[in-house]
């Protein structure tokens, strides 16, 4: 039998039902998030910074070098047969011309030269270059001095003694 109580249930139901349906409806959809495709920014790339232009840093005298190229008797004072290395530490990066100058310094003034030398370099960072004298009979002895160049430029004069 159909009752007024029951009529009203059914209609109430059906009401919710409907006003579900609706609301459901009516939502915006999503794309679920295994569809979309993760991006992520990329950082940016660092900018380096300029390279540090090609300079000398020291200049060691002795009498032997190392295979490093490092002065492993480091001196000032030299024999009268002995071989004179000169070791130029660069720094930075480029290319130049480093040359050495070396000069007998005369008691009375003024220099002999007594041998030039250059070599072109090109460093992407420290390195170290080696310039030698030797001599077939013996030096005189007295001053002497070698002066690094780079590209042309002194870049410092090293006083050394044969005795």
């Known amino acids: 039998m159909f009752t007024f109580r029951t009529f009203r249930a059914t209609a109430l139901t059906g009401l919710a039902a409907s006003f579900l349906l609706t609301l459901g409806a009516c939502k915006k959809k999503e794309p679920a ?10 950082a940016p790339t660092p900018i380096p910074p300029p390279p540090t232009p090609l300079a000398v840093g020291s200049v060691s005298i002795g009498k032997s070098i190392d295979a490093d190229k490092k002065v492993s008797n480091a001196t000032t004072s030299f024999g009268v047969r002995d071989t004179i290395y000169a070791v130029v530490n660069t720094a930075g990066g480029g290319s130049g011309t480093l040359q050495a100058k070396w000069s007998f310094v005369k008691a009375s003034g003024g220099e002999t030269s007594v041998n030039e030398s250059s070599i ?3 460093p992407t960072g420290p390195a170290a270059t080696e310039f030698h004298i030797a001599k077939a009979t013996a030096w005189p002895k007295g001053k002497y001095k070698v002066e690094i160049l780079l590209n042309g430029a002194s870049a410092g004069t090293t006083e050394f003694e044969v005795k």
């Open 120 to 122: 072109s370099i090109s």
């Open 33 to 42: 998030q295994a569809d979309q495709p993760t991006t992520t920014a990329a």
